[in-house]
């Protein structure tokens, strides 16, 4: 570069490589840093991604909590175990790679795109990240979460585990109002999705106690909204003797040990009879049939988590009992509004949570893999 002989023309340059050296700097400390699945499986990787500028309704949120949900598995290993051998690979479903996950994420806006006119930068929110096409049917009727163009933050598109998050819409923001970001995190999907399933029992909840099958971060988000919700309370079945006094301490009525051989007489004795109403968030073969077995005829089964297999009941005793089986898949917009009210209420006790720095997302997820975590872990910046 430069011309020599020619003083000023080779000042100018100088110049200019200043210049273009301060931009290069500028542009190295705005840049965003993610954890991503590059491959299924393997380590998430730290990427640096430029930093993003917000169009239309979009805005950025630069996060503080980003919580860490068995989901967050399924998706990280890339299938679903649909039982009989046959496997759901996300590969085939639309998952793009490389992928930032992270569905529970609190922050504060940092920037909106021209057209949000309800949200300010500084303002603290929680992110509903089941977000749909907009424009089906059960989009336009306010089920975004039941979508079947989805374009979930963390799933179908990029989500928390980063420094910042671009969220499409400002109407997917709610605002905290007080809260602290790492305590409601959660909300947005292990709270939410019990909530959603508790309202698909009905009143049943206040009169009958519900079996809650499963004591994890789920499990403990239902043992206590539950109690927000004017219920009678839970009976919980968990194979681990730590998440089972977890879940006595987040106020369920008894806890049975779902590996002990007369688990269902338990469960039955602890409901004082056959049951109404039953949650499954672990969802495989074992807990499906202990949840369908404890109920009397006209109960209600619904099946929240995506374990695996195949189901366990035999058909003519779905008409004989007349049970309903239902699946929940999260929760809407609406119930996620509906939910943070019940928060702001103090009516939730607190589950416990823990924080790791947002580098430990890999380790985080083979703690939770291998059953080493009780309650949620929130991954902080
Ligand atoms: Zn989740
Ligand atoms: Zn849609």
């Given at each position: 570069m430069g011309l020599d002989g020619d003083a000023g023309f080779g000042e100018a340059n100088r110049r200019t490589e200043v210049a273009e050296l301060e931009v290069a700097l500028v542009v190295e400390d705005s840049r965003v840093k993610s954890y991503q699945v590059?491959?299924?499986?393997?380590p998430l990787r730290d990427t640096d991604l430029p930093d993003p500028s917000p169009t239309g309704h979009e805005v950025v949120v630069a996060v503080k909590a980003a919580g860490v949900c068995h989901s967050d598995l399924h998706i990280w290993e890339g299938s679903?175990?649909?039982?009989?051998?046959?496997r759901l690979m996300l590969k085939d479903r639309?998952?793009?790679?490389?992928l930032t996950m992270g569905h529970e994420t609190a922050g504060e806006i940092i920037s909106v795109g021209p057209?949000?006119?309800?949200r300010k930068v500084g303002e603290m929110v929680l992110v509903y990240p089941w977000?749909?096409?907009?424009?089906?049917r059960v989009c336009r009727d306010?089920?975004?979460?039941?979508?079947?163009?989805p374009r979930c933050l963390g799933v179908h598109c990029d989500g928390g585990y980063s420094d910042q998050i671009v969220v499409?819409?400002?109407?997917?923001l709610l605002p905290l109002?007080?809260?602290d970001p790492v305590s409601v995190a959660p909300y947005a999907c292990s709270g939410v999705t019990t909530y959603s399933a508790l309202k698909k029992l009905g009143s049943v909840i206040k009169e009958e106690p519900v079996l809650v099958i499963g004591a994890g971060g789920l499990g403990l988000m239902c043992v206590t909204i539950l109690k927000a919700m004017g219920g009678k309370g839970a009976i919980v079945v968990d194979i681990d003797a730590k998440r089972r006094a977890a879940a006595l301490e987040a106020g369920a009525l008894a806890a049975v040990d779902?590996?002990?051989?007369d688990a269902l007489a338990q469960v039955v004795a602890a409901l004082g009879g056959p049951g109404w109403a039953a949650i499954d968030l672990v969802g495989s073969p074992q807990t499906a049939a202990l949840g369908f077995d404890s109920l009397a005829k006209g109960g209600k089964f619904i099946l929240v988590g995506l374990?695996?297999?195949s189901s366990p009941w035999s058909l003519p005793l779905i008409p004989m009992k007349a049970v309903t089986i239902e699946g929940n898949y999260t929760g809407n917009l609406a119930e996620t509004r509906e939910l943070l009210d019940l928060v702001r209420s103090g009516a939730i006790p607190k589950i416990p949570i823990r924080t790791r720095p947002m580098s430990e997302a890999t380790e985080t997820l083979e703690d939770l893999k291998a059953g080493r975590i009780v309650g949620r872990v929130v991954l902080t910046p």
């Open positions: 590059i491959d299924f499986g393997s679903y175990d649909l039982g009989g051998g046959r639309g998952i793009p790679l490389p057209n949000v006119t309800d977000i749909g096409c907009g424009v089906c306010g089920y975004e979460n039941l979508c079947m163009k499409p819409n400002s109407k997917y109002d007080g809260l779902g590996s002990a051989p374990f695996g297999g």
